[in-house]
């Protein structure tokens, strides 16, 4: 019960106030709302319980079922028209909190306000659907595997949705001309299907592609790119009725189904309109999910909603300059070099040409500048004993002072240590002051004169690792002090501070350390750092209210407060690995991998695109060795062989996904936009709108101001004529965004956005008054 409080609680404020005044539900009850559409977050996320099935026999065919079909004998709804307003939020209605994910995650990827029901097996009562008699409180409608239980006996199956409460939905539906989707459904007569069986068998797949998106084109979905269905129970079906049915996915033959059949239908039934899918949803784990949730979100919005979307891909590259010790062959070390580098520029450039239009891919790298000084330590040491000249020894001590940076091994600290202030030893040398290399002394490196060459430079990104890597969770703020500035100055001598992508805000922590260490964090803070990437692995560096919000330090729980941590992804790309060999074998033995290199890379295939899908920004982690190109062998992606690092590999396995099933722009952002974004973006981005604005800073801070999006509706025509938008007060501290299906009468001068073929988004920037926009074109209800 609790949990379904603390759940009933993301509630949108804009919505509450009438659900407060005017239902006797128990949602009714809830006042102390959050402005916005917060939601269970991934890392204190539940694990969706598993329904058992029971089986049943249609048609003589005998299949297992833990859904129902549509439930009969609802009264018919009138077909009447009455709204002249509609709030755009989404009704979900779902069994639990935890199954509730697959019906929000995408949403909450938008943005786009919605407000969760659980339906428990004893049932609930609706909230209140409008206010008025022309004034609706949801813009659509999504029951998850129909809210069904099993009551066991002859009953089986059967939604803890009355007959009653469907009539009242159906007839809200129609008065307000709102949409019902409705995943995970048992085919019937209802929605105009019957089914042929259940699929599958373990092992057993059955390709799932979207058949036809005339339904919702603002989706940017491919049709006809089969996508898997293993582990998604579902009912391959048949129309039986195409006065109210339109198929819109399909599955492909499989064992047992020669032929292709219906995955899911949209429904017109005598007006009233509703998608169902006949495939259970898992946003969680399965990409495919994270797909088809964009049909249903722009079939059920009309691709109009406050909201944005946007894949960002950040590819970060850490220990730029260092030397990595290889986890196999035991005992070797592999630094990059500028070949296996200058590899990298050419295919970017062959990544951009291959992405969707508006598209903007780029490598960041997070450099270390003591390795520079390292090299050319290695160098003197060399030089001298074999040419037993002085002059190798007075250029380290002239142009290299005192030579880099060097202590002894540092004794690891638990994971989440949290170091009492003001403790921990100096391992900088007491005299280690102001900066003191000269450009003479970091020129002795190739590497160097490499990265500091324009054209190379700033094809990348570039963000500071610090400049030694030292573990910082048990570091001085003297250290740490010098960890950043001299890294800085580095940065600025080599000339990558110029770069036309730097951001010199953030860092990314050396193996993401310091994050529980005040002094650290008050180092970062007075040299100018505000913002540095987590690690996703580890629950205490996730923001445990939405998994799209960065987590802001606390004195409590990191010792200084109001750094910005933004998460950050780790892959099976491993930090000490620069061939396949090694990445699979660490793979196997740490993280229970199963098979090939290409075992790993469907892995990362999976799990990534479904992170892109699901509209999740986080960077992804890489490190130096996995830009290897030199010694790389060829790796088989989509029946092409193509000779890649590592690095290049996950990435075009992961992109040519992508542009499979959508046509979606994919864009990188330089670290600190990614965190937090300062407009304008320096003209460096290259495309037509620089402030992509989808930084995690801006999405905590849009989402606080408790956004929502009314339908102007025109009960005449039966048409949407336009939105009016707004906020808390009326008022943000960032802009809000619009996005729309076609063109509005008049942008109103706010800044717009449209990329590539997405549909058109308008920042808003609220100044007191609500905001309203007029369609180009109405839309049909
Ligand atoms: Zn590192």
């Not at 429904?267 to 899918?277: A, D, E, L, T, Y």
């Not at 062989?641 to 992508?658: C, D, G, I, N, P």
Request: one cysteine or more; proline letters at 5%; hydrophobic letters at 40%.
């Amino acid at each position: 019960m609790i949990s379904k409080v603390v759940f009933q609680s993301a509630v949108l404020a804009a919505s509450i106030s009438f659900i407060t005044a005017a239902s006797a539900s128990p949602q009714a009850k809830i006042s102390n709302a959050k402005p916005e559409a917060i939601v269970i977050p991934s890392a204190v996320r539940g694990p969706v319980p598993v329904v058992q099935t029971v089986s049943a026999e249609i048609n003589n065919v005998a299949v297992n079922s833990n859904t129902s079909a549509i439930t009969s004998n609802v009264t018919t709804p009138a077909a009447v028209v009455a709204a002249t307003t509609v709030k755009s939020t989404v009704l979900i209605l779902a069994r639990d909190t935890a199954s509730s994910y697959s019906g929000y995650s995408g949403l909450n990827g938008y943005a786009i306000p919605y407000q969760v029901v659980v339906v428990p097996q004893a049932g609930v009562t609706l909230p209140n659907l409008n206010s008025s008699a022309t004034s609706g409180n949801y813009g659509a409608i999504v029951i998850l595997s129909e809210v069904s239980y099993d009551y066991g006996g002859t009953l089986g199956f059967q939604s803890a949705l009355t007959s009653a409460q469907l009539a009242t939905l159906y007839q809200y539906q129609n008065t307000f001309g709102v949409r019902m989707v409705r995943l995970d459904v048992f085919p019937s007569a209802d929605s105009g299907t019957t089914a042929l069986g259940d699929c599958c068998g373990d092992g057993v797949e059955q390709l799932l592609s979207i058949s036809d998106t005339t339904k919702f084109p603002t989706s940017g979905l491919k049709t006809g790119a089969g996508v898997s269905t293993q582990g998604l129970y579902h009912y391959p079906a048949t129309i039986t009725n195409s006065s109210i049915a339109t198929e819109f996915i399909q599955f492909a033959p499989a064992a047992g189904f020669s032929t292709t059949s219906t995955a899911g239908v949209i429904n017109n039934i005598g007006g009233r309109q509703q998608m169902v899918f006949f495939i259970g949803f898992a946003t969680d784990w399965s990409a495919t999910s994270n797909l088809l949730q964009h049909a249903w979100i722009h079939w059920a919005t009309r691709g109009l909603y406050t909201g944005f979307r946007r894949v960002n891909l950040n590819t970060q590259v850490d220990d730029m300059f260092l030397e990595s010790d290889i986890y196999s062959p035991n005992g070797t070390t592999f630094q990059i070099t500028p070949a296996d580098l200058a590899q990298h520029v050419t295919w970017m450039a062959t990544v951009n040409a291959k992405l969707n239009a508006g598209s903007n891919y780029f490598v960041e790298v997070g450099h270390n500048g003591n390795g520079n000084i390292e090299v050319i330590d290695f160098d003197w040491i060399g030089y001298s004993k074999n040419t037993h000249v002085t002059l190798g020894f007075h250029c380290w001590h002239l142009e290299c002072g005192s030579g880099p940076i060097e202590y002894g091994d540092q004794i690891d600290t638990p994971l989440e240590f949290q170091k009492p202030l003001g403790t921990g030893t100096n391992l900088w040398p007491a005299n280690a002051l102001l900066y003191p290399y000269t450009t003479v002394c970091t020129n002795l490196d190739a590497l160097k004169i490499w990265w500091a060459t324009p054209a190379n430079r700033d094809v990348f990104a570039h963000v500071s690792h610090t400049f030694t890597h030292e573990d910082e969770n048990n570091a001085t703020y003297y250290d740490v002090t010098r960890e950043i500035s001299w890294n800085a100055a580095w940065l600025s001598q080599v000339g990558i501070a110029s770069a036309s992508k730097f951001s010199p805000k953030g860092i990314i922590p050396p193996a993401i350390t310091g994050l529980h260490n005040g002094d650290a964090l008050r180092a970062w803070k007075d040299n100018g750092i505000v913002n540095v990437v987590g690690d996703n692995t580890r629950p205490a560096l996730l923001n445990t209210q939405n998994e799209h919000w960065p987590l802001i330090t606390t004195v409590t729980a990191n010792g200084y407060d109001g750094i910005q941590i933004t998460p950050r992804w780790a892959t099976n790309i491993y930090y000490n690995c620069n061939l396949p060999d090694c990445t699979v074998l660490e793979w196997i033995n740490t993280s229970a991998g199963k098979g090939d290199w290409y075992a790993l890379l469907a892995v990362e295939k999976n799990t990534n695109t479904r992170h892109l899908l699901g509209l999740h920004h986080d960077p992804f982690m890489f490190h130096q060795a996995n830009l290897n190109y030199q010694t790389a062998s060829e790796t088989v992606i989509n029946g092409v062989s193509t000779k890649y690092s590592m690095l290049q590999a996950w990435v075009e396995t992961v992109v040519q996904e992508m542009i499979r099933v959508v046509n979606w722009p994919i864009i990188s952002l330089k670290h600190d936009d990614v965190s937090n974004l300062r407009l304008p973006l320096h003209g460096h981005i290259l495309t037509p709108r620089p402030q992509i604005a989808t930084a995690f800073a801006s999405r905590m801070a849009r989402d606080a101001c408790g956004a929502s999006l009314a339908f102007n509706v025109d009960p005449t025509a039966q048409t949407i004529t336009g939105v009016t938008l707004t906020t808390t007060g009326n008022t943000c501290s960032t802009t809000i965004p619009v996005t729309v299906p076609g063109a509005v009468t008049s942008t109103q001068g706010f800044r717009t956005e449209q990329i590539g073929s997405d549909p058109l988004t308008i920042w808003v920037q609220m100044s007191g008054l609500p905001v309203t926009f007029t369609l180009s074109t109405p839309i049909s209800l």
